[in-house]
């Protein structure tokens, strides 16, 4: 079996094109182009791929798509798949960017985003209201709140305060662990 880098590179571009939904929708698309109508993979390979994506850090897409280009053509193949999978949405990405540049200016669309805007300030407030419930417990909990939100308008690199926070809370459970 002869595969070539374009050949590789095609198919993942046409995946990536097709590929809407997340990473469970890759599997049939693959079991369709690559075992299928190529026989380049087995059923078993795009499964087994597909577990081992899932453990792997990022898009379960590219790292499949990794996986596939190197075992048909080691670093060019696993290269030329991962152009593929990222060029269609990168393509189709450019192409709503600029749609929506043209759109935004017209009023009607104007006054629907001013209202999503609006909802999403609701949604945000919702959100905010029952993690204080959960959080602010106790007077030391409204005092470390209120801390940290002078040092973050105080432009604290926001990282540091969390890593901060966590060791505090480490701390505290292990101090209530011993106490109990």
Not at 3 to 19: D, E, H, Q, R, T
Not at 38 to 62: F, M, N, P
Not at 134 to 144: E, G, L, N, T
Request: aromatic share 12%; glycine share 6%.
């Amino acid at each position: 079996m002869k595969v070539s880098f374009f050949s590789i590179l095609n198919v993942f571009f046409k995946i990536g094109a097709y590929l809407l939904g997340g990473g469970y929708v890759i599997i049939p698309i693959m079991q369709d182009e690559i075992v299928q109508k190529r026989k380049w993979l087995t059923s078993d390979e795009v499964c087994d791929y597909y577990c081992v994506s899932q453990c792997l850090s990022g898009i379960i897409a590219i790292n499949m798509s990794i996986l596939v280009g190197y075992k048909l053509l080691k670093l060019k193949g696993a290269i030329a798949a991962i152009l593929g999978m990222a060029l269609s949405p990168f393509i189709t990405i450019i192409i709503i960017a600029n749609m929506l540049n043209q759109i935004l200016h017209i009023p009607f669309i104007d006054s629907v985003f001013w209202g999503v805007n609006i909802s999403v300030i609701v949604l945000i407030y919702l959100a905010v209201k029952e993690m204080w419930e959960k959080s602010i417990v106790d007077k030391f909990s409204a005092f470390w709140f209120l801390l940290i939100l002078v040092l973050s308008v105080l432009k604290i690199n926001p990282i540091t305060l969390i890593l901060v926070s966590i060791a505090l809370g480490t701390i505290f459970f292990l101090r209530d662990r011993k106490n109990a």
